[in-house]
C-alpha cells in the first residue's frame, strides 16, 4: 500500500464554554491511503464532522484546533488561505450529506462542474465541459447533455448526490471525504451511491474517508474502519477485525442495535409475505 494521502495526528478541536473549554474531538489519530476506503462511524454528536472540517480547514470561527494534518506530505497549517482553497476540491473531494447545501440553486451544474475544473485543472472551457461530460458519465448518467443544462432543483436527491461525487471526481482528487453521503436517500438510491463510491475508488485509485453512523454501511464498503465516541477514537483496524470481533463495548453496542434493526426488518418482510394474499 503507498504511504498516507492523508495523514492526521493528536487532532484536538475546543470550543470555549461558559464552564471553560469543551473538547468535542480529543487526540484523534488517523491515516488514508490512496485506494482505501477508511470508515469514521459513531454516532451523532461524536466528532465526525468536526474531523473533517479540520483536515478540510473549514471549522467554524469558534473552535480552535491543535494536533497535525497533513496532506500529501503537506502540513496544512503552513499553507495560505489561498493554498488551502486549492488543496480543497484538487487534492481532497468533498461530499456533503445534502448536496444542495455545495450546490449553487443559481447556476446551471454545467458552470458548476466548469468552474472547479478550470480553477483547480487549468482546463479551458472546451476541456472543462468535456471532462465534466464524462465524469457525469461516470456516475452513471445516460444523457450527462440534459443534466448539464439543468438547475439543482431540476434533479431528485439521488440525482444531485450523484452530480456532487461527479464534480468532486471531475478533479480527480488524491482522497474524497464523504461525510454521511447517503443519510439523506432513500434505500435503494442509498445502495446504488454507495456501490458507486466503491466503483469509483478503485477505477480511480482515490482514497475515501466514508463518515456514516450507519454500522451497516460500514460492513459493506469499508477496508478500514475507526470507531469514535465522544470526540475520541475507541477502536481501530480492519473492517473484518473490528466487526468480527470487536474489543470495546461501545462497538459491540453499535454492532447489536444494529442487528437488533437488522432482525426486526427481516421479521417485518417476512409478516408483510405471510400477510400477503
Ligand atoms: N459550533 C459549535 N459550537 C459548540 N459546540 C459545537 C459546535 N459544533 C459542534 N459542537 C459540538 O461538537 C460535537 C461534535 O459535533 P460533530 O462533529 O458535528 O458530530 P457528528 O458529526 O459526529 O454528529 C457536538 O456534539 C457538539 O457538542
Ligand atoms: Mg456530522
Known sequence: MSAPFLSVRDLTVAFHGRQGDVEAVRNVSLDLARGEILA?????????????????????????????????????????????????????????QEPMTSLNPVLTIERQMTEGLIRHKGASRREALEMARISLDDVGFAEPERVLRQYPHQLSGGM??????????????????ADEPTTALDVTVQAQVLDLLVDLKSRYDSGILLITHDIGVVAETADRVAVMRGGEIVETGSVDAVLGAPSHDYTRALLASHLTVEKAMHQRDADARRMAP
Do not use: C, H, N, Y
Not at 58 to 63: G, K
Not at 160 to 177: D, E, F, H, T, Y
Open 40 to 96: 469514521l462511524v459513531g454516532e451523532s454528536g461524536s466528532g465526525k464532522s468536526l474531523t473533517s472540517l479540520s483536515i478540510l480547514r473549514l471549522l467554524p470561527e469558534a473552535a480552535r484546533m491543535t494536533g497535525r494534518v497533513e496532506i500529501d506530505g503537506q502540513d496544512i497549517a503552513s499553507l495560505s488561505r489561498r493554498q488551502m482553497e486549492d488543496v480543497r476540491g484538487a487534492k481532497i473531494g468533498m461530499i456533503f
Open 160 to 177: 444531485r448526490q450523484r452530480v456532487m461525487i461527479a464534480a468532486a471526481l471531475a478533479l480527480q482528487p488524491g482522497i474524497l471525504i
